[in-house]
């Protein structure tokens, strides 16, 4: 009752259908577009309007979906990444300008000459060449990786490093790659002494109180939302033990969940620096990572149209899909998430998210 009584206010304050409409078109569109369960936001500077989810965890038992519920961010992950790495930098743990090889000097010996002036900004942004490593096919051609999770990664980093680069100048167009991000994760690791997991926990669930889990929410819980794929047309859920998960490798790239709220308050946090408003981060680290560098910054895509900076990023590991976009100078954020992913699934992101700027937007 009080998240209709909220909605009743916010879209009589915002549009001009009623609350009752406004939920009925949008869990019409999740049955159009077979998308399982469904999670949305929006967000202003100073308030968060709407959080609402329906639908179900599991298309077979039906068990239906809770506001609490986590769901996968897949890329959205760098976003976070890269907001850790910001705090750092202010901190002055690491600078923007530092080069890999600053940190791990003994391991340019063997590395490729390409590499030799990497900087961490270039390893956010997409600028380093390192291989991209969005298809599963890449991580079959591996050797094995041994110990921790940190101990891998740092293995994987100084095998990518003896590959050619992706792009012949480095640091000038950005070439889409989740294992810069594991390069990434690897000199904060260096730096810090402490596991990626445990610089997210500290700078977002500790600080900021904003719960974080690691992999597929039903990993952490068969009573989480289940990712879906698509096989004959049907949609088929995908169990917690399935082989179908992001590597370990480039976790820093793609595997955190979160609920609705809490992904929530981490984009208003964004869109309050983007507006100058201090908070954890200073306004400069924010219009770093979100226009730092053209059309890809640190975690964020982002143009420049008809007046308004707008920056967005879409995620998925194949069975949930996210989507986040920010238009700072209209003071609103938009996400909307689900458990599923396909081209149509996509479509019908796109197309709630249409619906939810037309009853919000300005």
Known sequence: MKILQSLLICALSFGSVSAQSFLYQ???????????????????????????????RNS?????????????????????????????????????????????????????????????EQLLSHRAGIRPFTDGNEFAKLPPFTGTA???????????????????????QYVYSNAGYAVAAVMLEQITKKSWEDLVREHIQDSLHIAVAFGWPNRQNIHQPWGHVVQNDSLVPTPPDDL???????????????????????????????????????????????????????????????????????????????????SEEDNIALIVICNTYSEQT??????????LKKVYGK
Request: with cysteine; aromatic share 12%; net charge positive.
């Open 150 to 172: 940190t101990e891998q990664r740092k293995l994987f980093a100084l095998w990518l490093l003896k590959q050619r680069p992706v792009k012949p100048k480095l640091g000038e």
């Open 244 to 326: 179908y998960k992001v590597n370990p490798l480039i976790e820093p790239a793609g595997d955190i969940s979160m609920d609705i709220g809490g992904y929530a308050k981490f984009v208003q946090l964004h869109l309050q620096g983007l507006r100058d408003k201090p908070g954890y981060l200073t306004p400069e680290s924010f219009q770093r990572l979100h226009y730092g560098m053209p059309d890809y910054a640190l975690g964020w895509g982002w143009v420049f149209e008809k007046g308004n900076h707008i920056s967005f990023h879409d995620g998925s590991a194949g069975t949930f899909f996210c989507h986040a976009i920010i």
């Open 346 to 355: 996509q479509k019908g992101v796109y197309a709630i998210r249409k619906l």
């Open 60 to 120: 077979i038992t039906k068990e239906p979906a809770m506001m609490t519920d986590l769901f996968h961010l897949g890329s959205n992950t760098k976003a976070i990444t890269s907001f850790v790495a910001a705090k750092l930098v202010e901190q002055g743990r690491i600078k923007w300008e530092t080069k890999f090889f600053d940190i791990f000097p003994k391991a340019q010996v063997g590395s490729r000459s390409d590499y030799k002036n990497i900087t961490f």
């Open 26 to 56: 949008v869990d019409s569109l999740r049955g159009v577009y077979h998308i399982p369960a469904l999670a949305i936001a929006v967000i202003g500077a100073d308030s968060i309007p709407l959080t609402y989810v329906c639908g179900y």
